[in-house]
Structure formats: C-alpha cells, structure tokens
C-alpha cells in the first residue's frame, strides 16, 4: 500500500467502515469521514470523526490528501460517480491494500484500487482504478479487472479471465480460465460463468445463464 498523505473516507456506510478498517490496520493515519447524510454528522466511525458532507472535502487542498472511495457498488454507478467527480477536482485516490492480502509479482493496481482482507492477486493480475476486490476473492494469474469493476466477497476468477469497466461479480460466483465478462455485466452470487457474458448481460446460476432464459 502506498498512502503517504492523510487519507479522507468519503462513505460512512458498510463498504465505508470496511475500508476504514483496512486504513487503520495498515497504519494510515485517517483525518476524516465525510457522508451525505447528515444524520451520520458529528458522529464517530471506527473512531474517526464524520466532519460532514463532500464540501467538507474544502477543508484541504487536493495535494494534502488522499481519498479513500468507501461507496460501495452491486451494479450501480454511484462509486464511479463519485470517483470522477472528485478526480476533475484534482483530488487523488489511495490505493488500498490488506496487510493479509497477497498480492503476487507483477500484479499491479491502479489508482484507487481496493484489496481487501484475505485477497488474493496472482502474477500478472491488473486491477483497474477504482476497483474492488473484496474480502477474500481469489484472482488466478494474469485476470485483467477493469476500471470501476467489483469483484464480491468470496468470488474466484480462474487464469485470464478479463472482467470490463463496471462489470459487477457476485459474492461467491465462479469463472472459469479466459472468460471475458463484459463491460457492465452483473454475475449473480454464487454462479458459475463457464461461457463469455456479454456486455450488460446479467447472469445466474449454475451453469451461469441469463436471467430470466
Ligand atoms: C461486502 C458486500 O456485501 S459486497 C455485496 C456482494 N453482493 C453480491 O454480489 C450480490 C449480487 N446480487 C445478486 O446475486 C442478486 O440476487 C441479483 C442482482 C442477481 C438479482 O437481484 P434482483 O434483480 O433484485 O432479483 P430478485 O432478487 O428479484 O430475484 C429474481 C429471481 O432470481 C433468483 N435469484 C436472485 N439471485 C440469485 C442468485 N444469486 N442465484 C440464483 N438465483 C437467484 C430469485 O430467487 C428470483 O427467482 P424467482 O423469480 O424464481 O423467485
């Protein structure tokens, strides 16, 4: 992990706490929580003050922290949003990484990248800028993940699997070796994709099949 600044969470939600604790276990030093909803405000997460809304964000100029995106995504774009939006204000993005995290050779994560506990990166994995891989998901060797994509808690990704922007990979789902899920394609909890998802497509089950075929 790379975090050499005071790091900013903008989420005080379930995704919000998960990356705080990420943080503080890797021993960054956390200034604030900001949050949209004002019943959070002037209250504590993991310890650390909820100052606000973004606005607060004013309160620093954009090289005097980083951010930390704890919004978290099934398919929906609020995160990438939120990312974009804070990245055309000139603010930078940690990238985020578990200390129980394994992460392999020439695997490489983007700006803001996600890994949490007890993930796995093989060799030659991408991850893309504001992508998640969450809570003890397994990416074979050289998978390349998109920008914006999440990988859910307990998914495995076989070698070269290629996952596109905003694709959405359910908790426990299963694809196998060179599987391309397209771009913004949502994989349900616990399917097994054993065919290409097209783009958009939104698959289910074991063999993994359109919803609703
Ligand atoms: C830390 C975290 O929490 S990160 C969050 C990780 N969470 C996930 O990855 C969840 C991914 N989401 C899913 O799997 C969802 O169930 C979705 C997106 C596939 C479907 O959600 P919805 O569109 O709301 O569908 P809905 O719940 O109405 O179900 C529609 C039908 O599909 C079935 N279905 C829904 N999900 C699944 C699934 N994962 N596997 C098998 N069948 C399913 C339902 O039983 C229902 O069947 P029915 O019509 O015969 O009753």
Redesign the pocket.
């Known amino acids: 992990m790379s975090v050499p600044l005071p790091t900013v969470v903008i989420g005080a939600g379930?995704?919000g706490k998960?990356i705080l604790e990420v943080l503080l276990e890797a021993g960054i030093e956390v200034i604030a929580v900001v949050d949209s909803d004002t019943g959070r405000h002037g209250t504590t997460l993991l310890g650390v003050p909820v100052v606000g809304g973004d606005q607060e964000l004013q309160r620093w100029r954009p090289q005097d922290i980083l951010l930390a995106n704890g919004i978290?995504s099934?398919?929906q774009r609020h995160r990438r949003h939120l990312f974009e939006r804070m990245k055309a204000a000139q603010y930078r993005f940690a990238t985020i990484i578990h200390p129980s995290a394994v992460i392999g050779r020439e695997a490489m994560i983007a700006e803001g990248g996600q890994v949490m506990a007890g993930a796995v990166l093989q060799p030659g994995v991408l991850l893309g800028r504001n992508a998640i891989v969450?809570?003890g998901a397994r990416i074979d060797h050289d998978c390349v993940i998109g920008d914006h994509c999440?990988v859910?808690?307990g998914a495995v990704l076989c070698g070269g699997v290629r996952v596109d922007l905003d694709a959405?990979?359910?908790?426990g789902?299963v694809i196998i070796q060179n599987m391309v899920i397209g771009e913004g394609a949502?994989v349900?909890?616990?399917?097994v994709v054993v065919r290409p998802v097209s783009a958009g497509g939104?698959v289910?089950?074991v063999p993994a099949k359109e919803?609703g075929s």
Do not use: E
């Open positions: 379930g995704h998960v978290g099934t398919g969450n809570t999440h859910a808690p959405h990979v359910g908790a789902a949502l349900a909890a616990g399917a939104r289910v089950g919803m």
